[in-house]
Each structure stands twice: as structure tokens, then as C-alpha cells.
């Protein structure tokens, strides 16, 4: 199973798409209904395929299998995907329009590029949006949500001591998004998503490094902020949280000089599977 997959399956209860493929989504009364009504079932499956499409890459930018820069292969894309061309080809297009992609002047369809200026205002809205979610969150905390996070939280240190990145990247997605969807506003989750899928990309760079400098130690804190009820406290505390992984790629990583075309599946427009250890130079 490939690193996407994975990470697909372990965070969100979305069906794979082969799985959707597999299915002709039909029953023996629809497949005696009108013609008519059959092609609006195609039109409705498309549908649906193009919204799991679009699951799957905001999935996969927001927990690091792209990097800024990273040239997006449409046929490779669709083949990983296990779907054609087209349903890939208009998430693509709608991406592009919000300005999580780009198009490179050869035409090619790429990962944002990420500027300092960029990064650092990126950083400051985080912290706004994402501790107010998280002061939210305390007030509407339960023990069923503190236990989720501490598990989420033990599997995210063991990534961590294995070196495993994806891993790390997506668990700390899952502690972050399993927190803020605690808040029940209405409105703070897509717009934190939609930071993630700008800043997702460009946070692989901060556990490549062979000592890495970010050991999750802002959850604990989080969490023991939940279980005191303190929210002003909670929000403080995942404000840090983000400011310290954004304090080292600003002040000691080259990743602005690298990123574009320097991640982990710049070739083949897919991040490998993840290996045990980070290679030292």
C-alpha cells in the first residue's frame, strides 16, 4: 500500500477510490430505471468521484507527500488514484483558481512556491484562526476527546523516535484537525483547511533534518490545558506550537532555497513510502 493510501485510510473514513470504482453504484431497480435517470446517476457518480478526488490530494498536500514546487503529473496522478484523467484534471483546475497550485510557465501544474514573506504571514493567520478554534475547543472538551488526542499523540512520538515523516506529518495533522473539529464552528475548519493545504507542503521540511528539532512536546501541553479546562491556556499553547516549527524553517532550514522541485517524490509526483530512518548526509 502506497504512502497515500495509507494515509488516507488511517485519517478520514472516506471509501478508497478503487473502491468506488469498483462498485457500479447501481441496484436491480435503478438498473431498470428510464434512460433519463441513468444518466443522471452517471452524472451523480462523477460527481462523487471528483469529491473523493479532491479528498485525497487535500489529504495528501496537507500532510506533506507534496512539496512547493513539486511538479503534479496528470497521468501519474490519475494512475495512483486508480481514476482517469478528467475528475483529476478539474480538482486540479479548481486548486489552481484558490491558489494552492500553480501553473509553470511550460504549462505544467505545480505546488505553490513559498516565499518568507509568504510563509511568515501564512504563520500569523494560523495562529490566529487555529488558537481561537482551540480556546473553543476547551470549552466543549470531554474526556472521549482527550482520550482521542493522547492516543494520537503516543503513535505521533513513536513516529517521531522511528523517523518515520509521513507518519509524523499525518498524525500531526490528525491531532490539529481531531482538536478544532471539537470547537462546532461552523466556519473555522474549512478555513484552517484551507491554510494546511499552503502550509502542509512546506512542513516536510521541518523533520528532515537528522536531529529533528520539533518533538511534539506542544501537545502534551495542549492537553494537559484541556484536562484544566483552561482555555486561554489551550489557545497559548497551540499558538506556540506553531510558532515553534515556523521559528526553525525560518531562521535554520534552507527550505525556501530548496523547495521548489526538492521533495520526496519530485519525479514521480508521489512521496515514496516512508523508510524507518532519514539517510544523514
Known sequence: MDALTRAVRESTDFPSIQALRGSNGTTGAS???????????????RGELQLQVARLLRIALMTGQFVPGQTLSLRQLAH??????????????????SGVLETQPNGSVAVARMTE?????????????????AEMACRNATPKLIA??????????????????LA?????????????SASASEILPSLIESLWLRAGPFMY????????????????TVIDCLRKGNARATRAAIERDIAGSA???????????????????????FAPAPRKRAARR
Not at 438498473?31 to 457518480?45: E, I, K, L, N, Y
Not at 521540511?205 to 502534551?220: E, K, R, V
Request: glycine residues 10%; aromatic residues 6%.
Open 148 to 165: 482521542a488526542l493522547e492516543k494520537i499523540n503516543t503513535r505521533l512520538h513513536r513516529s517521531i523516535a522511528s523517523r518515520d515523516i
Open 31 to 45: 438498473r431498470r430505471s428510464t434512460r433519463s435517470s441513468a444518466g443522471t446517476d452517471r452524472v451523480r457518480q
Open 247 to 269: 521559528t526553525y524553517l525560518l531562521k535554520k532550514s534552507g527550505a525556501f532555497r530548496n523547495a521548489p522541485g526538492a521533495g520526496p517524490g519530485a519525479a514521480t509526483g
Open 205 to 220: 521540511f521541518s523533520l528532515t533534518a537528522p536531529a529533528t528539532p520539533w518533538d511534539a512536546t506542544g501537545h502534551q
Open 168 to 180: 509524523c506529518l499525518r498524525l500531526n495533522q490528525a491531532f490539529h484537525f481531531t482538536l478544532y
Open 80 to 97: 495512483k488514484l486508480g481514476t482517469s484523467p478528467m475528475p483529476v484534471r478539474g480538482v486540479l483546475g479548481q486548486m489552481i483558481a
Open 117 to 133: 514573506a509568504r510563509f511568515v504571514e501564512l504563520t500569523r493567520v494560523r495562529k490566529a484562526l487555529e488558537g481561537m478554534a
